[in-house]
């Protein structure tokens, strides 16, 4: 007998977050690699049971968000406020819709963007990052 399930963690996960950024900026979002002169990643860390209930379970989601930027090698005091301005509207944009419903479907609870790391790429310094590593709950009722 086939199992019931569904792909929490991609739709109801990856695919909200892809749309409130999306609808946010005309920055394109990307899940293999970046591409073009800014580009957003979106990529799956983890998933860590957090309650078990019943007829259900809690479940943390951390997600990784990267923006990164290509500078053509003018790295400048406005290059760092560029990249900390796209990261900090990212964060406030999730911090808006950290209990996120979509047609009256709870897509997932609490999100908050837990840390914000900045870096330069080792291998091109032209390019510059800022990776927000995002945590949500979703319940998934079992039935």
């Known amino acids: 007998?086939?199992?019931?399930?569904?792909?929490?963690?991609?739709?109801?996960?990856?695919?909200?977050?892809?749309?409130?950024?999306?609808?946010?900026?005309?920055?394109?979002?990307?899940?293999?690699a970046h591409e073009g002169n800014q580009s957003f990643l979106i990529t799956p860390v983890s998933d860590d049971l957090n309650e078990l209930l019943t007829t259900a379970q809690v479940r943390d989601y951390i997600v990784n968000v990267s923006y990164q930027v290509d500078l053509s090698g003018n790295y400048t005091k406005l290059t760092l406020k560029q990249v900390s301005e796209i990261a900090e509207r990212v964060k406030r944009l999730i911090y808006n819709n950290r209990n996120y419903t979509v047609s009256g479907v709870r897509q997932f609870n609490n999100a908050v963007v837990e840390s914000i790391e900045y870096s330069r790429d080792e291998d091109n310094p032209d390019l510059v990052l800022a990776i927000l590593s995002v945590n949500v709950s979703v319940m998934e009722v079992i039935g």
């Open 1 to 32: 007998m086939a199992i019931s399930y569904e792909n929490v963690i991609y739709d109801r996960v990856i695919e909200s977050l892809s749309s409130i950024i999306a609808n946010e900026f005309s920055i394109p979002i990307n899940y293999d």
